[in-house]
């Protein structure tokens, strides 16, 4: 079975204060993975897609990379309204093109 | 870029009656749209794969005659919550397959009382 799993489950940082965050995948047949921030009451907004193992990408204070078994997000001196849930999710081979979640990670940025 | 909308953003409802959501792609055709529920604290739960001209494609366990969907063309995906009651009460989302990715509406917060 297709499974995502996110970890840490929360996490609080000061603000500068740069971390990563843990996505892990079943191996086999991932297809895309993806990574999205989810503010309180809100949808999901798209972050980026990572499609092979190597590929990196940037955007502000986010860089999301991707090996043959998981995807880091890396936050870089991190503001207070980088606080959100970050999602990763994967897109697998068979899986009729629906993402497969991970739980999340709570990410607080305190000044 | 890709935008899909939701509506409504916030419905509160009479236990015993039926809500209706729509998710619209606003710049781009559709044929395929997800219906998301989404529990305090907790990640998106798929619940069914809307698609166009087609019957739905439901997850296990949830039940096709309780949340009714109807995906009528390449634009507008309904859900409709049929005979709601207080545990159906749930933060739902929808999402469509674009050509930059997966977007996602901005959520229906409904509260059955």
């Known amino acids: 079975e297709d499974q995502v799993t996110q970890s840490p489950e929360a996490l609080r940082l000061q603000e500068g204060e740069s971390s990563s965050l843990n996505c892990s995948y079943t191996?086999?047949?991932?297809?895309?993975l993806f990574w999205y921030r989810q503010d309180p009451g809100k949808g999901p907004e798209f972050l980026f897609t990572l499609y092979s193992a190597g590929e990196e990408k940037e955007k502000e204070r986010l860089k999301a990379t991707l090996t043959k078994k998981e995807s880091f997000l890396h936050i870089t001196a991190p503001k207070p309204e980088d606080s959100a849930t970050y999602l990763c999710?994967?897109?697998?081979?068979?899986?009729?093109?629906?993402?497969?979640f991970g739980a999340g990670t709570r990410l607080a940025v305190h000044p | 870029g890709a935008v899909v909308s939701q509506h409504p953003s916030r419905v509160i409802c009479k236990s015993g009656t039926s809500v209706k959501i729509e998710c619209r792609s606003l710049d781009f055709q559709a044929t395929t749209m997800f219906w998301y529920r989404q529990f305090p604290k907790q990640s998106l739960m798929l619940m069914a794969t809307s698609n166009e001209g087609s019957k739905a494609t439901y997850e296990q366990g949830v039940e096709k005659d309780k949340f009714l969907i109807n995906h009528a063309s390449l634009t507008l995906s309904t859900l409709t919550v049929t005979s709601a009651h207080p545990e159906d009460s749930s933060f739902y989302i929808c999402?469509?397959?674009?050509?930059?990715?997966?977007?996602f509406g901005s959520g229906t917060r409904l509260t059955v009382v």
């Open positions: 999402s469509a397959a674009a050509l930059s990715g997966y977007t």
């Open positions: 999710a994967g897109l697998f081979s068979g899986g009729y093109n629906k993402l497969i």
């Open positions: 191996v086999s047949g991932l297809r895309g």
